[in-house]
């Protein structure tokens, strides 16, 4: 075992972070967008939907609490390209994505996986 190994996050973490950095030079505007999902069909979603403009060089985060009744479901879009679909969330952790838009299209990968300590 490390001596310097972060503790892991409780069972119970109620909220996560995630940011995303564009990379500097892109030629196209990125957002970052998140959306509650209902987990029973037919259910309406819920509220809390965001999108955010993401600036080349410059972290965007947000913070994501857990939900009983939905699921996030995150995303990087430009116009003209398909959607970089993030994974979900790790409750408890600060998780931070990359994402550069080129010829070849959307790209994001995630930088760093972090805990993010108790929340009392």
Request: charged share 15%.
């Amino acid at each position: 075992m490390l001596a310097n190994a972060p503790p892991p996050p409780p069972q119970d973490a109620r909220a996560a972070v995630v940011c995303v950095t564009a990379a500097a030079g892109g030629r196209r505007p990125l957002a970052f967008s998140g959306v509650l999902t209902a987990k029973r069909p037919g259910d309406a979603p819920p509220a809390g939907a965001f999108e955010l403009p993401l600036r080349p060089g410059v972290e965007q985060c947000n913070n994501l609490l857990r939900s009983k009744v939905a699921d996030w479901s995150l995303s990087v879009t430009t116009p003209g390209f398909t959607a970089c679909h993030l994974p979900a969330p790790e409750f408890g952790y600060r998780v931070t994505y990359a994402a550069k838009s080129g010829a070849r299209g959307l790209a994001c990968a995630p930088i760093s996986r972090t805990p993010i300590g108790t929340w009392k």
